[in-house]
């Protein structure tokens, strides 16, 4: 499976693209980078706060014969990204229930997935956000950012191919 890349400069929300591409073409496998995104959205309507340089990313895909569940494969999702992040932060990343990733206690990651319908087909979008060179001053919830954690940038193109060479190998698996 190859996700076709859907570059934009600037989006209320990667997820919101997401949506517009799958009901407005017949693009069955996508990912949607932006540069800048203005009404990111988390977990239970909450606001996901997206600095300038740090990733965003929605990946959609159809549901039809994949092999495993929806609750398997939201887990496997966190599971990837942590794989990506495991790729440059060597010490313990945890997974958070439904879909957060701390390092040291403190949330550098955030995942919403979403689940749609377009005439008889099922997509699965999975927004994921990470903090890579800012993160936001939240009163009850520490962040952290990678660029903070390794005392150096990270080159964002790089990541963004990495994650998707990530899912593309995995989600290939997981069709019938």
Request: aromatic share 10%.
């Amino acid at each position: 499976m190859k996700f076709k890349i859907f570059r934009l400069k600037k989006v209320k929300s990667t997820n919101n693209s997401a949506i517009r591409i799958i009901k407005n073409s017949k693009t069955e496998y996508g990912m949607i980078v932006a540069n800048k995104q203005t009404n990111g959205r988390g977990q239970y309507g909450k606001k996901w706060i997206s600095y300038d340089g740090n990733l965003f990313v929605s990946f959609f895909y159809k549901l039809e014969n994949l092999t495993v569940s929806l609750k398997q494969i939201t887990k496997i999702n966190c599971l990837l990204v942590k794989k990506l992040l495991s790729i440059y932060y060597k010490k313990k990343i945890i997974f958070k229930k439904p879909n957060d990733l701390l390092i040291n206690k403190k949330k550098i990651c955030g995942i919403l997935q979403e689940k749609i319908s377009k005439i008889n087909k099922k997509y699965l979008i999975v927004g994921i956000g990470i903090n890579l060179i800012k993160n936001p001053n939240l009163k009850n919830y520490p962040t952290t950012n990678l660029s903070e954690l390794l005392n150096k940038k990270v080159s964002k193109n790089k990541i963004e191919k990495q994650i998707k060479k990530i899912f593309e190998a995995k989600l290939t698996k997981l069709y019938k």
